[in-house]
Structures are given as structure tokens and as C-alpha cells.
């Protein structure tokens, strides 16, 4: 049967690499070429255990209050919402709202589709490149637009240059918010409070709001400091603050995520919005009772704050020991990291060129590679032959939407011993493939 298109202008323009890539990885598992996974940022899934007093409290819930079962409100659980809101308002220096002011959502990835999705479609969100897919595709998909970024720098640690948001706001003037992720995911890097200060403030110049995806705000390390976005909003400025269960409990499965809706009265046009994003929550009903319920008992307990620092050594350990590793390769810059779970290495300009390859002994996977690998960014090919010849899985850093051509993996292995071979694998992968 013949149809016209039936899918919706810029919806093409969705891509995930993150997952894209494991769709090639069972592909080579089904020709016989076992895969190391070191691509997906779940930790749970990667064998992290759940602490059995997390555990305790989601079956306590389970066993003994009906609620659990039920529909909540829209905006989420009351009880949990007025918890949230005192988290904020005892903030030094914060920002301060009220429990209509927290949204909850099934996932921050949740959130962020109706953020971009309820925006005028000329409307414009500046963001970082690299950035976090899920951000810069449901931006661009709502009019086919190039992707409007601003760069974090390798050479920098990854920080943003002020001058440059500054300038890319200046000359665009749809450009009606800044979207940042703090800790960053794929980069790993934190903002310093005097960089949100900056950019807070071209916010403030330029009549924008603010987006900061906080997913990774319980985990930083190596001295990594920063403040949350209701810290240096001051009472002037809009701003959404996105948060989530997902990577500190870590709970990914719980889809439980919410939104801080930051001085929605300093200005009417972000307070109408924020109105829009609470209706389209309403046409789903609610977001998912059970972790809602869990929250406060969670985030509450004193256990919580001994887990955070606990995983906050193990992630810092993990961190330095690639970063100690891949400073040593040639071909690539590595830079130490402070924040969130992963760590991006990037290809030095000019030793990625076409034609090259790596030895993949088994012809059909040989064959199916190398078919893959046509037309594919250069960090993509190189990641692909690594899988076809070494079995690592890493995701190429062009998925993030970025020049940079180099890869992301995280630090969710639970196995030292094991980490160390598969760096050993990625480094003689790289020697190899650049003839180093
Ligand atoms: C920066 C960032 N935002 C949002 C998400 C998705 O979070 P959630 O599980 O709450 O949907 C992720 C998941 O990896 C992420 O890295």
C-alpha cells in the first residue's frame, strides 16, 4: 500500500546513540561476537546492589498502604511535594517555592519531552555540545532546526565559554531559554557556581529562563563544587530544575522524576507556561504513585547521605583510574572529571582518517561491520570496528550532537579487575586503529 509521509516534519531528527548503538552491539551478539556493554548509563542494570534499606522501605509501602496502588495528583503526591519544597527553600541563598512550584513526572526524559514540546515552534533553547541527546533532539524535532549549542571545551575541563552563550543569544534572537545539565552528562564536568552566575546573569540581560538538568546532583567528586539552580537564580530570574531518582538511589525503573518550576511570578509568560506543562501532566492523569510515596523516606533518611558519600569515593576511584589510563594513550586528550557517570574521551584533530580499520577475525562479522561503518561519522567507525574486533561497546561522542568525534563510557562497572582489561582493550584498540 502506498502512503504520503506520515511522520510528523522533524521527528526524523530523533536520535538516541546511547541505545542506537546497542541495537548494532545484538546484531554482532547474534553473529557470534560477544559484547563488554559499556555504553548504558544504568547503574543498577551494570550490578550495583540496592541498598537493603531502600528495599526495606519500597516493600513496607508495598505490604501496608493501599495508596501505593492508586492514582495521585496530577502534580504528584502532596506529602512528598511539601518535602520537596522544604528541601528548596532550606537552601542557602535559594530560591523559594511552594508545593504547586514541583511537578512530578514518570522520568526526567518525561519531562523534557513536554519542555520542548509545549514551546511556541520558533521558539529557541540554547544547549551545550556535547549535550545530552534526549535534550537536543526533542529541541530540534519540533521544527527540523540545526541544533543552536555553544561548546564545552576538552582543553577547558569542559566548561563553557560566557562569551560565546552571550554572543549565540545576542544573534539569535528567538532564543527564549539556556539549557544546561550540572553535573554534565556526557563530559562529566560540574559548573563552578561563578560560571551559573554567568550564565544566570545573560539570562537575566537577555529576558531568558533557565533550564538545569540536575540528574546527577548527588553525585560529585574530586572536589567537584557547584550550587543547585535555585542557589543562584536570585527572585528575578525563571528557571526549571530537573531532578530525578533515577541515578542516586539509583533507581532508573522507578520513571520518577520532577521538575522545580523556579519564579514562575517573575514573569507571566514562564508562569502561563509552567500552567501548560502542570495541564499536560493532567491529560496523563498522574505520574507513577509508588516511588512518589518512597521519596521522602528515602531522601530523608540519614543512610541517604552515608550511600551518596559511599558512591561518591567509588565514582571518583572509577574516574581517575580512566582518566589515568587514557592520559597515557596517544591520540586522545583526557581530562580529570568531577561529576555524574562517565567519562568522555575525545580523538586529538586529524588521527581519525578514513580507510582505517581494525583486524575483525570472523569474516560475516568482518563483513557486517564493515557495511555498518559506511557513511558514519569517524568516531562512529571506530567504535564499531572496536565492537567487531575487541567486543567493547562505548557510544561514539557524535551522538551527542558534537563535532568532537571520541566516545563516552561510564563508570557503572562494579568490577575493578574487569574495568582495567576492558581500558586495556580500548587502548590497544585506539594504538591499533590510528597506527600509533
Ligand atoms: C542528563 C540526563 N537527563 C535525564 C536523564 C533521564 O533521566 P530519567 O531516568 O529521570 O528519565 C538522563 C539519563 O541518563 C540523563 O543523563
Known amino acids: 500500500m502506498q502512503h504520503p509521509p506520515i511522520v510528523l516534519e522533524g521527528y526524523r531528527n530523533l536520535h538516541y546513540e546511547i541505545r542506537e548503538i546497542v541495537d548494532f552491539g545484538h546484531a ?3 553473529l557470534g561476537r560477544p559484547i563488554t556493554w559499556e555504553n548504558i548509563g544504568d547503574p543498577v542494570a551494570a550490578g550495583e546492589k540496592v541498598e537493603p ?8 509501602l508495598v505490604a501496608h498502604d493501599e495508596r501505593s496502588f492508586a492514582y495521585c495528583p496530577s502534580r504528584g503526591v502532596l506529602a512528598t511535594r511539601e518535602f520537596l519544597a522544604a528541601e528548596v527553600n532550606a537552601r542557602e541563598g535559594g530560591t523559594k517555592v511552594g ?5 512530578f513526572l514518570n522520568g526526567i526524559a518525561d519531562g523534557v519531552d513536554k519542555i520542548y514540546d509545549l514551546m511556541k515552534k520558533d521558539a529557541r533553547v540554547l544547549m551545550p555540545s556535547p ?4 535534550h537536543t533532539s526533542n529541541e530540534g524535532k519540533r521544527g527540523d532546526y540545526p541544533h543552536l549549542q555553544f561548546k564545552l571545551d576538552p582543553e577547558k575541563g569542559w566548561l563553557p565559554d560566557l562569551e560565546e552563550i552571550e554572543n549565540k543569544v545576542k544573534y539569535n534572537p528567538q532564543v527564549v531559554a539556556i539549557m544546561i545539565v550540572n553535573p554534565d552528562n556526557p563530559t562529566g564536568a560540574v559548573y563552578p557556581e561563578e560560571t551559573l552566575r554567568g550564565i544566570v546573569g545573560i539570562a537575566r540581560k537577555y529576558g531568558l529562563f533557565v ?3 540536575e540528574t546527577y546532583a548527588n553525585i560529585l567528586f574530586n572536589g567537584g563544587e557547584t550550587k543547585l539552580l535555585s542557589q543562584v537564580l536570585g527572585d528575578d530570574v525563571p528557571g526549571l530544575a530537573l531532578r530525578s531518582m533515577s541515578k542516586d538511589v539509583p533507581w532508573p525503573g522507578s520513571r520518577c522524576g520532577w521538575i522545580e518550576m523556579l519564579n514562575r511570578k517573575a514573569s507571566p509568560a514562564f508562569d502561563e507556561y509552567c500552567d501548560v506543562l502542570v495541564k499536560s501532566k493532567m491529560m496523563e492523569v498522574c505520574s507513577t504513585t509508588l516511588p512518589q510515596m518512597a521519596l521522602p523516606r ?3 533518611d540519614p543512610r541517604f547521605q552515608a550511600l551518596k558519600a559511599r558512591r561518591a569515593k567509588m565514582f571518583e576511584a572509577r574516574a581517575n583510574q580512566i582518566y589515568e589510563y587514557f592520559r597515557t594513550v596517544p591520540g586522545v586528550i583526557a581530562r580529570p572529571v568531577h561529576g555524574a ?3 568522555s574521551v575525545t580523538f586529538e584533530d586529524g588521527v581519525l582518517r578514513p580507510g582505517q580499520t581494525l583486524p575483525v577475525a570472523d569474516p560475516t562479522v568482518r563483513a557486517f561491520v564493515e557495511k555498518s561503518c559506511e557513511g558514519v561519522a569517524p568516531d562512529k567507525r571506530f567504535v564499531q570496528y572496536m565492537m567487531g574486533s575487541e567486543g567493547v561497546c562505548v557510544t561514539p561522542l557524535t551522538g551527542f550532537h558534537t563535532d568532537l568525534n571520541g566516545f ?8 575493578d579487575a574487569e574495568r582495567a582489561r576492558t581500558l586495556e582493550r580500548i587502548g590497544a584498540s585506539i594504538r591499533a586503529y590510528i597506527g600509533a
Open 28 to 30: 554482532l551478539q547474534r
Open 53 to 60: 534499606w531502600i528495599k526495606e522501605i519500597v516493600a513496607d
Open 99 to 103: 508545593p504547586d512550584d514541583i511537578l
Open 131 to 134: 549535550s545530552y541527546p534526549t
Open 211 to 213: 533550564i538545569c538538568d
Open 298 to 300: 528515602i531522601y530523608g
Open 341 to 343: 557517570l562517565y567519562y
Open 408 to 415: 563516552r563510557l561510564t563508570l557503572l562497572n562494579p568490577d
